[in-house]
């Protein structure tokens, strides 16, 4: 498709979708209110996703025995580990089938979140096979009710009406639908206590990849305008204080909003070449997202440096990077620097060392297609471009 016509085709979608945010409650414990929440929603029986570690952590104590408390009826599947399949949404759908519950609960990182979708989408349509619900808009009843309880703060799942699940051939689909948006997101800060840091690293990057592209996006409205610099100015100022301070529930809570929020302005205003490049570094090399995205986010940035200068330079400014009067121009170049700055202080990685120069036209072609598809960015990478692009991976910022 003619990149200027998906163009015209994401702004004029974006413009009528106005994709409202999952409601959200937030705050250290927190996950203990979602029982009065299924009180007063008259929900009786949950299915509970969640992983092992959270559970031998005992981080979930105080949640089962809200639970207990209310007299709520709830079955756990605790086996979620790597990426999200249809064999593991099968297996949970098998696991619940006799207990028929009122309500989904997805306690984890994005694989939770994002199966929990399906399994949400599938509870009320029983007899479509799993397959079915990829693409754009397929998920065709209303969801059984889901509430999205994040363990990292960077996916945006919570609130996101994308789910990620791979295939039987290793592939990433999409399942894109606004029924998928959770009806309640719940950030606990307690829940982030035992992240490693180098996942709270790559993931805080993620949700700043979010916040950035969707702003810089062409598809920007008004009415959004706010969520994207709020979520930039706290994840400046909280990331890096949370990565160095792993129990410091402040810094924790506040990065599970701001990837919220970034997480609200990508749902209606996209992102762009960072991810388009990202997954393929993730498609090619097993790289992790959030990392993919610390080595692609920068030089997105400075390809888009003069097709993006004003929104650039106005998120200098609401950091507070920038005195008054300074110009247009050097105002984005100082934003950039200061991206790669956080990133490169997280210990984050911004040169991709297994990029292959045989792999380049099958990055370039997927690459390519996703954007021109789903991304309407301020400037699209000629063929030659792109090469220099990926050549630059393999040099220092
Ligand atoms: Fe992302």
């Not at 809200?66 to 086996?79: A, H, Q, R, T």
């Not at 479509?128 to 994040?150: C, D, M, N, T, Y």
């Not at 709270?200 to 969520?227: P, Q």
């Not at 930039?232 to 809570?253: A, T």
């Amino acid at each position: 498709m003619n990149p200027k016509i998906s163009t015209w085709f994401l702004k004029s979608v974006s413009h009528f979708l106005n994709l409202k945010p999952a409601p959200m409650i937030e705050g250290s414990g927190s996950v203990k209110r979602i029982a009065n929440y299924c009180i007063i929603n008259k929900y009786r029986k949950a299915l509970i996703v969640t992983t092992q570690s959270l559970i031998e952590l005992g981080l979930l104590e105080g949640f089962f025995e809200s639970f207990k408390k209310n007299g709520l009826e709830y079955i756990v599947y605790d086996n979620v580990n790597g990426e999200p399949n249809f064999v593991l949404a099968k297996n949970i759908l098998d696991f619940s089938k006799n207990f028929n519950p009122d309500v989904v609960v997805a306690i984890g990182g994005g694989s939770v979140l994002d199966v929990a979708k399906l399994i949400a989408a599938a509870l009320t349509d029983p007899n479509r096979p799993l397959e079915k619900f990829v693409g754009i808009l397929k998920v065709r009843k209303k969801l059984k009710p889901l509430i999205a309880v994040p363990t990292t703060a960077g996916t945006g799942s919570e609130t996101s009406f994308i789910a990620v699940i791979t295939d039987a051939q290793g592939i990433k689909r999409t399942v894109v639908s606004p029924k998928i948006i959770p009806s309640l997101a719940v950030l606990d800060g307690e829940l982030l206590v035992s992240l490693p840091k180098t996942l709270t690293a790559s993931t805080g990057i993620d949700a700043l990849s979010h916040a950035v592209e969707s702003y810089i996006s062409t598809c920007t409205k008004k009415a959004h305008d706010f969520y994207a610099p709020t979520a930039i100015n706290m994840i400046f100022n909280n990331l890096k204080n949370s990565y160095e301070n792993p129990d410091n529930l402040v810094y924790r809570n506040k990065m599970l909003k701001a990837s919220y929020l970034a997480g609200v302005s990508m749902n209606n205003e996209m992102v762009g070449y960072a991810h388009a490049f990202a997954h393929q570094l993730g498609a090619h090399y097993h790289i992790p997202h959030g990392n993919a995205i610390a080595m692609t986010l920068v030089r997105v940035l400075q390809f888009q440096l003069n097709t993006a200068t004003k929104k650039l330079a106005e998120l200098a400014s609401f950091c507070g990077f920038v005195d008054e009067g300074e110009s247009e121009q050097k105002a984005a170049e100082i934003f950039i620097k200061k991206v790669a700055e956080l990133i490169s202080s997280l210990n984050l990685h911004q040169t991709c060392e297994k990029l292959k120069k045989e792999d380049y036209e099958s990055i370039i072609e997927n690459a390519f297609y996703e954007t021109a598809r789903r991304y309407p960015v301020s400037r699209f990478m000629t063929h030659d471009e792109a090469v220099a692009f990926l050549d630059s991976l393999k040099e220092e910022i």
